[in-house]
């Protein structure tokens, strides 16, 4: 009887708890259910405005970011921790792009960051696509361009000429081939760690395309990639795909187009590898390409 008694008095302080400490939220966050029309899933749209917003009658920049789940909240603690109050980096407005409700992850993303199905072919040897369905990347797009980014430029003092997209793995593949399909659709592209090698390399053919077809590319582009992330011996290094070979032809071709409105950079970030190379990435990215009034003096 002891025993039980300790126990119920155990498991009511448990529920009190619960119910005096309810879950952290981010201040200055706001979340949109907006479902797109183009395939029919239901997203949200997480935006995040910077302790400046609102005090003067400047347009910010506006950055957009797949992957939101994890990317969202780094980014925002980056700007507000490394930009130092808009000294190493300029103040923006951070839009999530959130997975599709009912999806996990990895279902959401393969469908949605993806250009091609597939799994509507025969399986080539070594390939290995565990996700349900792949290649919704143009109708994801179309998402992005008719619903996202009006409805941010319409809510928010966001600046249309400067639109930033960031995609890390399958979202810099995303980012790829809006760049590649729709390349005004943002104005900057900052592609990490890009899954050029996705279905034998499509990413390529669709270059090609697109060379064959127009005389010019008018988008900055810049291209990260991880030192661990080529076919070398180690156990970090990866063991199937070169990643860092993949993007390095990626921007050779571009380049060799001699496109008039193109600038593309590429930079590959020592001592990091497919998984950890993100936060480093977005952190030398936003202090290079959305630079503050700085240089940084502590107090």
Same mark, same amino acid.
């Given at each position: ?100 409700? *009912? @999806? ?6 393969? !469908?949605?960051?993806?250009? /091609?199905?597939? $799994?509507?072919?025969?399986?080539? &040897? ?44 399958? *979202? @810099? ?6 760049? !590649?399909?729709?390349?005004? /659709?943002?104005? $900057?592209?900052?592609?990490?760690? &890009? ?53 390095? !032809? ?50």
């Amino acid at each position: 009887m002891r025993l039980f008694i300790v126990l119920c008095v155990f498991l009511s302080l448990n529920l009190s708890a619960e119910e005096q400490f309810p879950a952290w939220e981010l201040p200055d966050t706001q979340v949109h259910q907006l479902p797109a029309l183009s395939n029919g899933r239901h997203y949200e749209v997480w935006i995040e405005l910077p302790p400046s917003y609102g005090k003067t009658d400047k347009k910010l920049p506006v950055l957009f970011v797949s992957d939101a789940n994890y990317a969202f909240p780094l980014i925002r603690s980056i700007r507000n921790r490394l930009g130092a109050g808009g000294q190493n980096i300029e103040d923006f407005i951070i839009v999530g792009l959130s997975y599709a409700k *009912g @999806a996990s992850p990895t279902d959401s993303r393969s !469908l949605d960051y993806t250009p /091609t199905n597939v $799994l509507a072919r025969a399986k080539k &040897p070594g390939e290995n696509f565990g996700a349900k369905a792949y290649g919704g990347a143009a109708l994801y797009a179309r998402y992005l361009q008719q619903q996202v980014i009006p409805f941010v430029l319409k809510n928010y003092r966001a600046d249309p000429q400067r639109k930033l997209f960031v995609g890390h793995s399958y *979202g @810099a593949l995303l980012g790829a081939h809006i760049l !590649l399909t729709q390349p005004d /659709t943002f104005d $900057l592209y900052i592609l990490s760690s &890009p899954s050029f090698w996705f279905d034998d390399k499509f990413m390529l053919k669709q270059e090609q395309q697109y060379a064959a077809q127009n005389k010019d590319l008018a988008a900055k582009v810049q291209l990260y990639a991880a030192e661990f992330e080529q076919k070398k011996p180690g156990p970090r290094y990866l063991k199937n795909n070169d990643i860092v070979a993949d993007m390095r !032809l990626f921007e050779k071709r571009l380049k060799s187009r001699n496109y008039p409105g193109l600038q593309i950079h590429s930079q590959i970030i020592a001592d990091e590898d497919h998984l950890s190379v993100f936060p480093s990435m977005i952190s030398r990215a936003l202090v290079k390409l959305l630079p503050g009034y700085g240089p940084y003096k502590p107090s």
